[in-house]
């Protein structure tokens, strides 16, 4: 037997392991579930090409573990270790990577988190365990070896007689980690980590129920059959080529990874690259709400199927957190903080191949399918426009596919709505006037107006869309949007007055005197409009400036305008040619006049919604009385 001094400068390495990385301890079992798979592989590697000749069979990885002994197993098939190699890899290799690490990130306490993962390899195991044991026969004509560290740098080698090939490493659980002996929680971290690992992976067995014999009575139970318990899925959609999947098995994964989800995907997207980067995975776009909080952090990444994170901030361009689904890449640097995986720069080569990948996917639903993506449109329109504020590559994609919904249902690309509005809604200096609305209900009256003079009318309701519509504004020319109740339609969109006023310019002089009498610092700005007699005497309506500056603050991006305290700003057109103002200026009395003002006033207020309260409770009371 040969005993010996691990090559390390630290005096006890172990202690400090398991500071540094108390929050992750549970790591230990996918580090060493990851060195049984990469055995695994490597052996299957070498038979192929004909450089290992044994059998390479039907492999599988056990977890077992003995709650009486305080112990856990991991026990592969693998191409296991001679004696020389235990001592390469294991005492030698290994520990510097220990001590490097530890080194590079002694400071880093707050990041341990992020660095766990990936960092520590076969001796995160010493995080839950005081000692460690492998027993390992390698598929070469060697006899095995039997290791075994207690945790200070002194280990000890001797022969072992295990006869079968691969590697079992034997970790006696420390009194603090005996949670780690649970059934339950050891297959919630095989459930985390190793759901798509690529070897199947055993951990107990269960009861089969097999088919009845032929001739079998009704009454009779039906054969069971223990079989072994294998926890994982070795072959996951996003690792087969799109070619040999079909929609049905999309969905399928999708449940296998949401199982909770009941709600179906919308559409899916296939990633698949292998130059100048390694990345598989598939994307799925889910039906959203307008909650997009709720909705991050369901992105899994893995590392050729070893579950990382779910945490895929600065590898997929923020707009897209809302999606669902899998990526796995091998170039992306994991023990590295946030800030400089940003930077990195195969990451934003991944970043950006994701963006163009989702953009294109889009454009090919709408070239193909257009009617069907106009159906999903209202749940993915929030991702699109977000990707539309955020990124400007996809801003240039999505301008072709990206919709604009009118009120009645139909939908418009955007040179497609260019084309509609051109001959009717421009302004006096030749700019599309827009007009939309951003609630059917309470902007009925007001979109009624519009469509009775013929105008489109579109329907933007997304949280977001006071921002995507500056930005429309900006980066397109002559474009100008309008909620149908901010300012007077007429005055926006037509280029010269048709309409005669029914008063003269003395009139409304004395019309106007007589309304900022009663009105009078309520905060309107009055103006003095003729239009068809028809349509109401009062209207009120919002700068759209002061509206959108509201709204932005609200959902952020505002933050320039400081406080937050928009003041409140009315417009009141008073239509001149309506019967009842004709009646205010007529009347007699200045006690009927105000009445008749107030009561107009509370008439508009009601249709812009403004009227609320005490002021309704009011309002009703006084029109009861009218109409006794
Ligand atoms: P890494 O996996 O990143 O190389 P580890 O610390 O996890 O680092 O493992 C160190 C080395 O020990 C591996 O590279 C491998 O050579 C060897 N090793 C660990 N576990 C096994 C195993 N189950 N079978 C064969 N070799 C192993
Ligand atoms: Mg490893």
């Not at 009845?212 to 996003?238: F, L």
Request: proline share 4%; with cysteine.
């Amino acid at each position: 037997m040969a005993t010996g001094k691990i090559n390390v400068s630290v005096d006890n390495i172990f202690p400090l392991i398991k500071k540094f990385l108390y929050s992750d301890h549970e790591i230990f079992l996918r580090e060493l579930i990851s060195n049984a798979t990469d055995a695994t592989l490597k052996l299957k590697h070498l038979t192929s090409i004909g450089e290992a000749k044994v059998e390479y069979g039907d492999p599988k990885i056990e977890i077992k573990a003995d709650k009486e002994g305080k112990k856990l197993h991991i026990i592969d098939q693998g191409l296991g270790m001679t004696e020389e190699e235990v001592k390469k890899y294991i005492n030698e290799v290994a520990f510097s990577g220990a001590e490097e690490f530890l080194d590079k990130y002694k400071d880093a306490g707050k990041e341990a988190g992020i660095i766990g993962h990936f960092g520590l390899g076969f001796y995160s195991s010493f995080m839950v365990a005081d000692k460690v044991e492998i027993i390992t026969k390698s598929y070469k004509e060697e006899p095995a070896v039997h290791w075994s560290c207690d945790g200070s740098p002194e280990f000890s080698l001797q022969e072992s007689d295990k006869k079968e090939r691969g590697t079992e490493i034997i970790l006696h659980i420390s009194e603090d980690s005996t949670e780690f002996l649970e059934e339950g929680r050891i297959s919630e971290l095989l459930k985390k980590y190793n759901k798509f690992m690529p070897i199947p992976i055993k951990f107990g067995t269960k009861t089969e129920t097999l088919p009845k014999p032929e001739g079998a009575k009704e009454e009779d139970p039906a054969p069971t059959k223990e079989v072994d318990n294998i926890i994982n899925n070795p072959n996951p959609a996003w690792t087969k080529q799109p070619a040999d999947l079909k929609d049905e098995d999309y969905k399928n994964f999708y449940r296998e990874l949401y199982p909770m989800q009941f709600e179906e995907p919308l559409f899916h997207i296939h990633l698949n690259v292998d130059y100048p980067f390694n990345l598989t995975g598939i994307l799925y776009f889910p039906k959203l709400t307008n909650d997009l909080s709720i909705q991050k952090d369901r992105i899994q990444l893995y590392q050729n199927q070893v579950y990382v994170t779910d945490n895929v901030e600065g590898i997929v361009p923020e707009f897209l957190t809302m999606l669902r689904g899998v990526i796995d890449s091998p170039d992306i640097p994991l023990n590295v903080s946030r800030s400089y995986l940003q930077a990195d720069g195969a990451v934003k080569k991944i970043s950006s191949y994701i963006t163009r990948k989702v953009a294109d996917k889009l454009n090919s639903l709408f070239k193909n399918n257009r009617e069907e993506f106009e159906a999903k449109w209202n749940d993915i329109k929030i991702v699109i426009e977000y990707g539309m504020l955020s990124e400007e590559k996809f801003f240039e994609k999505a301008d072709k596919f990206a919709l604009y919904p009118t009120i009645d249902g139909k939908y418009y690309t955007f040179d497609e709505l260019k084309e509609a509005l051109k001959e009717n809604q421009t302004d006096k200096d030749d700019k599309l006037v827009v007009l939309y609305a951003s609630d059917k209900e309470a902007q009925h009256s007001y979109i009624e107006a519009a469509k009775a003079k013929g105008y489109e009318v579109l329907l933007m309701d997304s949280p977001i869309i006071a921002h995507l519509m500056q930005k429309l504004e900006t980066s397109k020319e002559n474009l100008s949007f309008a909620r149908v109740d901010a300012d007077h339609l007429d005055n926006l969109i037509k280029k010269e007055d048709t309409q005669i006023s029914k008063l003269s310019d003395e009139e409304k002089e004395k019309l106007k005197t007589n309304l900022e009498e009663v009105i009078t610092g309520k905060g309107y700005t009055i103006q003095m409009e003729a239009m068809d007699s028809d349509a109401s005497p009062f209207i009120i309506t919002e700068p759209e400036f002061m509206r959108r500056m509201k709204e932005m603050q609200q959902t952020g991006g505002g933050g320039m305008f400081g406080m937050g305290n928009m003041p409140e700003m009315y417009n009141l057109i008073v239509n001149t040619n309506h019967e009842l103002v004709g009646e205010i200026l007529n009347t007699k009395t200045a006690k009927k006049r105000e009445r008749l003002i107030n009561q107009s006033l509370d008439l508009a207020r009601l249709s812009k919604g403004l009227l609320k309260g005490e002021e309704l409770t009011k309002f009703i009371k006084r029109s009861y009385e009218m109409v006794k």
